[in-house]
């Protein structure tokens, strides 16, 4: 039988085994929109602006392992939707965004609601199409998928114009589609990783630099068992968080700029550098010429552009880094070699004094509510077990230092693009994902303004997700660097007239609460997550000039850091 | 270092556009970039000269094969290769200067496709810097028009860039 694109469409996505669409209809997509309305297979959620329906397909990708699907219209629909596009770009996330276009014949020609999808969106993007033709569509979007959740995985658009929907065509949506020029790595090479294994076993002063590919690989498992094999440090990334248990004793907490003292002392010290999944950013390796200057440098990377990009590495590993770690795990058994046991003894002591400084301390007497204390009050009271979403910025520093994340896909934030505006939307997808868990978001006056009208979707879904908002009165980390570099010349920095966060909470129906002193600040979170079934949005008043520690200013190294 | 990198790609729209936003978006640069289909009508083949340092050309051949749409590709300079170049150049020839020219052009095996009184427009076929060579010898007031074809390349013997 016969079916319209729009038909076509919905029955990919059923076959795709897709559960959720994120998105916000318009002219271009009607048909696609009435197609959805006569099936109950794929739930649409309809998000207040299309950015948001990009960071909540975002949050649940993340948060599950499976792409995030969105339907956005032509034109603003489009181009709203591109800073959602961006950022699952930057950190590798898999979506596929489907975008409406003008009818095929008005394309090109200044038509209402047009813009140049493809254009607009292929420096983002791991790949986009155009589909002309209804009897490519369903074949189309398997590519899509394929293309978007294989490899490093990344966003994949489609661009649909309006006369595809209508047009008839026989449906038959294939098992799976080659592409002649898309193949990507699955297995290391096998001289390599005895190579690396070997270097690994005559290291005497090592760590593991683990990355968000260990998350997105579904790596930990195997990274655990292997940096518990050899008794190695193990730092993460900020993309990294939970691809290695983190209160465990071996992990030496986060690196760069913001990272602890000993992993970043550790990093500066250490002979050998076991890089997974990781891609040497530049708030990671602080200056380049002064990074690792002792370093044998292993790289294990799915994407051979990520290897020697930024940093000249000596035994480069391309492949899937499940499937590379376990192949290092079997080489260890076989290999004759035994780690050196009393070099790793000084190592650890050695790691352990710098531990002692004890870098994260603050001023935990205060009468101010600290931020950091909100944070592991938050860690308490959810037993270290919630889904933590959060915008850019201190909070997301804070969160990142002081919750501490022993498992995979539980830490949500929008790493390499920095987008504010991230975390609401984004915890929209993980409670959509995962509808008994806990979900806080994590995020500051400043960036939570940046997607707030996502609470009227909170609503109609009656998601009930923490919001922990740490409000400064100021937009922090710029305040912070305005400080530290600008003699504290705040320009811009400061928020004035911010809006009554309960009164806002409470329009919208939901529960908001303001804490003002720090003996309030774990009531309210055992109250809130009490409200199961209500968004709570908590209000903190947080000491407003405090600063995140350590940092590594811009152009230091990663031994040049400022402590408190 | 100069490289010349050949591209076989999906002749599909779209995709001359990823390679040069690419280049821009890197900050690569491109001094040329040719493109046509193959013998294959699916496939098209680029040639694209740019210079950078190895650890540039490095990232450049592998952010092109990042590409969905690139097949395969092949940086020439690496082993022997021949490299074209077709120029049309129209010049002023008048009076004594028109047999200067003509005894020029074919010291450089050109050939002059096209005379009026006053101009040749000559056809000059070769690596690029023998048609730099050539024109260099013109006087720089004689030179009307110069169209360059930007550089082909093909490699030696059994190296070639195929399915």
């Known amino acids: ?139 189309t979007i398997k590519k899509a998928f394929y293309v978007a959740t294989t490899g490093r995985p990344g966003p994949v658009v489609v661009d649909i114009p309006k006369d595809i929907t209508a047009l008839k065509t026989e449906y038959r949506y294939p098992d799976k589609v080659t592409i002649r020029s898309y193949n990507p790595v699955q297995v290391g090479h096998v001289g390599q990783v005895k190579r690396a294994v070997n270097l ?122 499940n499937n590379v770690l376990n192949a290092m795990l079997a080489e260890l058994g076989s290999n004759k070699q035994q780690p050196d046991v009393n070099a790793l003894k000084d190592w650890w002591q050695q790691i352990d004094e710098w531990r002692s400084r004890d870098c994260l301390r603050y001023d935990s007497d205060s009468d101010r509510i600290k931020p950091q204390y909100v944070i592991e009050t938050l860690y308490r009271v959810t037993h270290g077990d919630a889904f933590i979403t959060s915008d850019v910025g201190q909070h997301q520093m804070w969160a990142a230092q002081f919750y501490k994340f022993d498992k995979p896909r539980r830490w949500i934030n929008s790493g390499g693009l920095g987008t504010m505006g991230f975390g609401l939307p984004a915890a929209m997808g993980v409670q959509f994902a995962h509808p008994d868990a806990t979900v806080a978001c994590i995020t500051g006056e400043g960036s939570i303004q940046m997607c707030i009208q996502e609470l009227s979707t909170c ?75 209500r968004l709570v949005f908590m209000d903190f008043l947080t000491d407003r000039e405090e600063n995140v520690y350590p940092m590594i200013p811009a152009g230091g190294g990663q031994n040049e850091m400022i402590l408190i | 270092m100069r490289h010349i990198i050949s591209i076989l790609i999906e002749n599909e729209a779209g995709a001359l556009s990823r390679v040069a936003g690419l280049f821009s978006a890197r900050g690569y640069n491109i001094e040329s970039l040719t493109v046509a289909p193959t013998e294959d009508p699916s496939l098209s083949r680029m040639t694209l000269v740019t210079r950078g340092t ?53 010291i450089f095996r050109g050939r002059i496709i096209d005379v009026t009184d006053q101009t040749y427009t000559i056809e000059m076929t070769g690596a690029g810097d023998k048609l730099d060579a050539f024109v260099q010898t013109l006087e720089p007031g004689l030179i009307i028009e110069v169209v360059r074809s930007g550089v082909s390349g093909i490699g030696r013997g059994d190296r070639s860039l195929k399915l």
Not at chain 1, 230 to 256: I, K, S
Request: a negative charge.
């Open chain 1, 459 to 533: 609503r109609q879904y009656s998601l009930p997700i923490k919001v922990v908002n740490l409000n400064n009165g100021y937009l922090g980390m710029v305040r912070q660097w305005q400080e530290f570099f600008y003699q504290k010349r705040y320009a811009m920095s400061y928020m004035e007239s911010l809006p009554d966060f309960v009164k806002l909470a409470e329009s919208y129906g939901h529960v908001g609460m303001q804490i003002t002193r720090p003996e309030d600040v774990e009531g309210a979170l055992i109250e809130a997550i009490r409200l199961k079934d």
């Open chain 2, 54 to 106: 190895d650890e540039i050309i490095e990232q450049i051949t592998k952010q092109l094969h990042k590409l969905i749409d690139v097949v395969k590709l092949m940086d020439m300079t690496e082993g022997p290769h021949i490299e074209r170049e077709m120029m049309l150049i129209k010049v002023r020839a008048q009076g004594e200067n028109r047999n200067e020219l003509k005894r020029v052009s074919d």
């Open chain 1, 200 to 321: 690994m076993l005559g290291a005497r002063r090592p760590i593991f630099y683990t990355g968000g590919g260990v998350i997105l690989g579904n790596a930990a498992g195997a990274l655990t068992k292997l940096a518990q094999a050899l008794n190695f440090p193990v730092t993460n990334t900020l993309m990294g968080l939970g691809g290695y248990p983190a209160t465990d004793r071996q992990f030496v907490g986060m690196l760069g700029m913001h990272g602890t003292y000993e992993a970043n002392m550790a990093m500066h010290h250490c002979d050998v550098l076991v890089a997974v999944g990781a891609r040497f950013d530049d708030r990671v390796t602080g200056n380049i010429e002064k990074f690792c200057p002792h370093a044998k440098i292993i790289h294990i990377d799915i994407d051979p552009a990520s290897i020697s990009k930024n940093v000249k590495v000596d035994i480069p590993i391309v492949g899937c880094v």
């Open chain 1, 1 to 139: 039988m016969e079916l319209t694109g729009a038909d076509i469409f919905v029955r990919a996505l059923q076959d795709e085994g897709v559960e959720f669409v994120f998105g916000y209809p318009g002219g271009a997509v009607l048909h696609i929109y009435d197609a959805l309305y006569r099936q109950d297979k794929v739930n649409h959620v309809l998000v207040r602006h299309e950015q948001a329906a990009t960071h909540a397909a975002d949050g649940y990708a993340r948060s599950t392992g499976k792409p995030g699907v969105v339907l956005v219209t032509s034109g603003p629909g489009a181009t709203n939707a591109v800073t959602g596009i961006a950022t699952a770009y930057m950190d590798s996330i898999p979506l596929v965004v489907f975008t409406g276009q003008v009818p095929t014949h008005l394309i090109g020609n200044d038509a209402f609601q047009e813009a140049d999808n493809i254009g607009i969106t292929r420096p983002c993007v791991k790949h986009n199409y155009l589909v002309k033709d209804v009897t490519q569509l369903a074949e």
